[in-house]
Structures are given as structure tokens and as C-alpha cells.
């Protein structure tokens, strides 16, 4: 990459070509290194680059060639110093959160939280010392108030799953600052072309690569960000000895999945917004939650920190738990899961999904209805995705 300008890229070039590594075959596409392993000269050799003398390979574990390409690529992308690729995405949040912390600790997190995300800090993190206060996101007061003199660690999401409200991430990573701990911001639903954290200030970036940066449904995947003294200091040794590296393979998929990341969130955005502008004059819809539409109620923070509205839809059915069921089931062309980021339209119902582990309280909270369904818009004609949509709610 000597002879080009690869910091200055626009996103669309960056995710091309950044961090491409050719060998000396001199190929056009990125090469898949599937090995486990690498050959020294000498014993010498060997001995120099586990000392950390010589740069290389050294076990698949540590690092590998084609998930080193994809690393460089997210960190062209989202402006980092340094990336870590991991075996989910989960891998990747479980990480950061657990790498920010030790027994003892204290964290503010916001409850509007991925399922698992949930868990790891209400249920796992506990279990060796590390207490958590959860918080209404939106609340800057909340976080404020949670404050203690040992909390070491900040972490939410924006947009949230399901009810893709809103947090003020700059708002929230000043109060961060102010009380010596990390933030860390799951951005999956944002994708890093709609929102910035780094920019925003949070400390930590991290993805579920299963979603928009593959694309097409076909691998889990997960990459954390951040400054590269922080990652030195607390991931290597974990990433080293823990392993939840990212397979080559995938990691290969998801560096082709990140050339169309553009196009592809693009145009999803753009069915999504149709399909919330539809819905909202619909008899049969209760509750549209669009973040691109002027009628969200954090419309001027989005238009703060976010450059597009979201892939994804919230709404509701009229007929309760019954009218979202027979919704879904009605319709034809939008298939029924609980994945999201594809090219394929996918529907799911979280009160008895993703969120069925929540207390019926809990889910209110997250203003989660037994008629709330959550819509992520593929790569389809919109027009056929809203014929199917106006047959199902036909039906009901
Ligand atoms: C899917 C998802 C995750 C978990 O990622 P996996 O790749 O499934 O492990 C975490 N956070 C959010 C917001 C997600 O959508």
C-alpha cells in the first residue's frame, strides 16, 4: 500500500481496498490463508518473533494474515488505531467488557441492551465481583446518578434492539470522561457508515460482523476498536490466550462483504424508510419507530450523531400478540427470524424472541408490546416488500 493515500480514502474506497496484503502471485481479490500455522527459517528466526524482534506469523490464535486484512480495513473505516477480530460478535462484546474490568468494579450500562449483552452484565460479570447499575439510556441524569467511585466502565447500544431508541452518545461519554471510566459502544445497528463513537467520544467500538458487514447471512463474526495502548495493554494477552480468534474463512467473507457495505446499507436504509413512511398511514399499524423519521422522538439527537436513519423498523400490530402472529404468518416474501442485516428481509416478534427472557416488566420498560414486531429490511424491490406487508396485514 506505499503508493497510496490510504488514511484519506473516502469510505467507499477504504472498504476496496484497505488493508489489502498481496502475496507474490500478486492477486486481484484478498487471499484466504486458511493455515493454522507458519514456517521459520531457523531456529533463530523462531526464537526472534516470539520475542517480538522480528515482525510475523506465528500461530493462527495469535494472528493470521487474512484476518490481519480485515482488521485494517475496520480501522480505515472507523478512524481506530487498532482492531481485534473475533468468532462473533459476542466474542467481541464479551471481550471489551470483560478486558475494561476486574473484581471490584463497577458499571453503568444502558438496559436497552442486546439479549446476550444482558446477560454478560447482569449474570456473568457478578459472578467474579462486578457489579452493574443499568439505566435508562436516554436519561443523562441516570447515568450521572450511577455513577461510583469505582465504575470503570460505561456500555450501550444506539439504535437499541428492538424500539431503535436513541442514546446521546457524546452526551454520555463526556459524563464517562468526567468519572475516569470507558466507554464502550455496541454499534451494530447503526453500522459504522451511520454513526461514529470514536468520533463521538467513546473509547471502544465494537461489531456483531454478522449482520450488515457480511450482509448476506452466511458467517458469525465480531471486531473490537479502539486506541492502539489501550488494546496492547488489555486484549492481546486475553486474544492470545483465550482464543476467540476469527476464522480465516470468515474473516475472508466479511472483508468481501465489506467491498458492497455501502450499496448495501444504502439501499437498505432507503427500503427501511419507505416501509416506515407506509406503514405510518396504515389503519392497521399502531406504532411506527423509524430513526429517519421526523416523528421519532429523538429526532434532533439522531440528527446529531447519525448521518442516516437505520436499516431496521419498529412497529406495531393492531390485535395484539394474536394480530403480530398472524402478521408474520401471513406473510410471504419477508421471512420469519431473528437475524438482521441481511439480504433478505427478515421479521421477528422480541416479545417472544430475542426479549422472551425479560420480565414482562422489563420488556415494557423497553417499550416492547405483545404487538411489536421488528422489521430488517433486505436487499428486495421495496415495492414487493410492501405488496407482501399489505397482503399480511390484509389478512389479519
Ligand atoms: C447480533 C448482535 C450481537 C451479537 O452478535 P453475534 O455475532 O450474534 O454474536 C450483539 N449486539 C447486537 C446489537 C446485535 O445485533
Not at 194 to 216: M, R
Request: hydrophobic letters at 40%; proline letters at 4%.
Amino acid at each position: 500500500m506505499t503508493k497510496s493515500n490510504e488514511q484519506n480514502w473516502k469510505p467507499a474506497t477504504q472498504l476496496v481496498h484497505g488493508g489489502t496484503m498481496r502475496s507474490q502471485f500478486g492477486e486481484t481479490s484478498e487471499a484466504i490463508y486458511l493455515t493454522q500455522g507458519f514456517l521459520y527459517d531457523s531456529s533463530e528466526a523462531a526464537e526472534a518473533r516470539f520475542k517480538g524482534e522480528e515482525p510475523g506469523f506465528i500461530y493462527s490464535r495469535y494472528a493470521n494474515p487474512t484476518v490481519d486484512m480485515f482488521e485494517k480495513r475496520m480501522c480505515a473505516l472507523e478512524g481506530a488505531e487498532d482492531a481485534r477480530a473475533t468468532a462473533s460478535g459476542m466474542a467481541a462484546i464479551s471481550a471489551a467488557l470483560l478486558c475494561s474490568v476486574k473484581a471490584g468494579d463497577h458499571v453503568v450500562a444502558a438496559r436497552a441492551l442486546f439479549g446476550s449483552c444482558r446477560w454478560v452484565v447482569e449474570t456473568l460479570m457478578p459472578k467474579y465481583g462486578i457489579e452493574s447499575t443499568l439505566v435508562d439510556g436516554r436519561d443523562l441524569k441516570a447515568w450521572e446518578d450511577a455513577v461510583r467511585p469505582n465504575t470503570k466502565l460505561f456500555f450501550l447500544e444506539s439504535p437499541t434492539n428492538p424500539t431503535l431508541e436513541v442514546v446521546d452518545i457524546a452526551a454520555v461519554a463526556k459524563i464517562a470522561d468526567a468519572a475516569g471510566a470507558r466507554l464502550v459502544v455496541d454499534n451494530v445497528f447503526a453500522t459504522p457508515l451511520q454513526q461514529k463513537p470514536l468520533e463521538l467520544g467513546a473509547h471502544v467500538v465494537v461489531y456483531s460482523a454478522t449482520k450488515h458487514i457480511d450482509g448476506q447471512g452466511r458467517c458469525l463474526g465480531g471486531v473490537i476498536l479502539s486506541d492502539k495502548e489501550w488494546i496492547d495493554a488489555n486484549l492481546h494477552d486475553y486474544f492470545r490466550h483465550t482464543g476467540p480468534s476469527l476464522s480465516p474463512f470468515n474473516a475472508w467473507t466479511l472483508l468481501k462483504g465489506l467491498e458492497t457495505l455501502p450499496i448495501r446499507v444504502r439501499q437498505q436504509t432507503e427500503n427501511a424508510a419507505r416501509v416506515a413512511d407506509h406503514l405510518a398511514s396504515h389503519p392497521k399499524i399502531e406504532r411506527v419507530i423509524y430513526p429517519g423519521r421526523k416523528d421519532h422522538p429523538q429526532a434532533e439527537i439522531i440528527a446529531r450523531q447519525m448521518k442516516g436513519g437505520s436499516t431496521l423498523v419498529c412497529f406495531d400490530v393492531t390485535g395484539g400478540k394474536a394480530g403480530a402472529f398472524g402478521f408474520q404468518n401471513a406473510l410471504g416474501l419477508v421471512g420469519l427470524s431473528n437475524n438482521l442485516g441481511d439480504a433478505k428481509s427478515l421479521i421477528t416478534h422480541p416479545g417472544t424472541t430475542t426479549h422472551k427472557n425479560l420480565t414482562e416488566e422489563a420488556r415494557a420498560d423497553l417499550g416492547i408490546r405483545p404487538s411489536t414486531v421488528r422489521l430488517s429490511l433486505g436487499l428486495e424491490d421495496a415495492d414487493d416488500i410492501i405488496a407482501d406487508i399489505d397482503r399480511a396485514l390484509e389478512a389479519i
